[in-house]
């Protein structure tokens, strides 16, 4: 079973632009987290979709937005950007919403704000 | 709230011994889960292993077991017979019931010595 994809894997972008990151889930994965992992910071929750509905959200501004389409994929949108923005974003997807799901990581996407 | 504590920034091991990196977590919850993952230099996330809080066997896959002490609130993972592939940072993270998000700790990094 291929696992979850993030695209794309590098991104550079400027102050005041935005950007769209997706994810695509392990088959059958209905469940899509986003987190942001800075060296400050660490690894900060930042959503989660399930079945296009946002369940669950983190302490984070506006700025930062997500959806979940109806094939369980989804993207993660960040306007005006900043320079802390800069992070690895990372996706996971899990089967449901049970506490006792594992979730499953991609390979982030390394965004840099210049 | 929860909280993960990882007291260990850094630590380092011979090759081929165990190694055991600590975990302490704060939950009022009585139902949640506790997980390990592996995040390489290369970013992304590998999940390790699990235990839920009402199993009563400690956790194990292969060379991973985890170290239960639920009165303690503790849940250290063991690796045995450590291989220089090894060498990562290791998150600690736990997700209840009612809260349904992954808190993970700030991680310890591992470097297997030859």
């Known amino acids: 079973k291929a696992g979850v994809t993030q695209t794309p894997r590098y991104l550079i972008k400027t102050r005041g632009q935005q950007v769209t990151l997706s994810c695509s889930p392990i088959s059958g994965h209905r469940s899509v987290s986003w987190y942001q992992q800075t060296p400050g910071q660490g690894l900060q929750f930042l959503f989660e979709?399930?079945?296009?509905?946002?369940?669950n959200k983190g302490n984070f501004p506006g700025r930062f937005s997500g959806r979940q389409f109806s094939n369980s994929r989804s993207e993660m949108n960040v306007s005006t950007l900043e320079l802390g923005d800069s992070a690895l974003y990372l996706c996971?997807?899990?089967?449901?919403?049970?506490?006792?799901?594992?979730?499953?990581f991609g390979p982030g996407t390394r965004l840099t704000v210049l | 709230a929860q909280k993960i504590t990882q007291t260990q920034p850094g630590m380092f091991v011979q090759e081929k011994e165990a190694v055991t990196l600590d975990c302490t977590y704060d939950t009022s919850d009585q139902s949640y889960g506790l997980f390990w993952y592996k995040q390489p230099s290369s970013g992304e996330m590998i999940f390790l292993i699990y235990?839920?809080?009402?199993?009563?066997q400690n956790a194990t896959e292969g060379r991973y077991s985890l170290n239960f002490q639920k009165a303690r609130k503790s849940a250290n993972l063991v690796i045995s017979a450590s291989q220089l592939g090894d060498s990562a940072m290791y998150f600690c993270?736990?997700?209840?019931?009612?809260?349904?998000?992954?808190?993970f700790g700030a991680g310890t990094r591992l470097a297997v010595h030859p």
């Open positions: 235990q839920g809080s009402y199993d009563e």
């Open positions: 993270a736990s997700r209840t019931g009612g809260y349904n998000k992954l808190i």
């Open positions: 996971a997807s899990r089967p449901g919403l049970s506490s006792t799901d594992t979730q499953y």
């Open positions: 979709y399930f079945s296009e509905t946002q369940r």
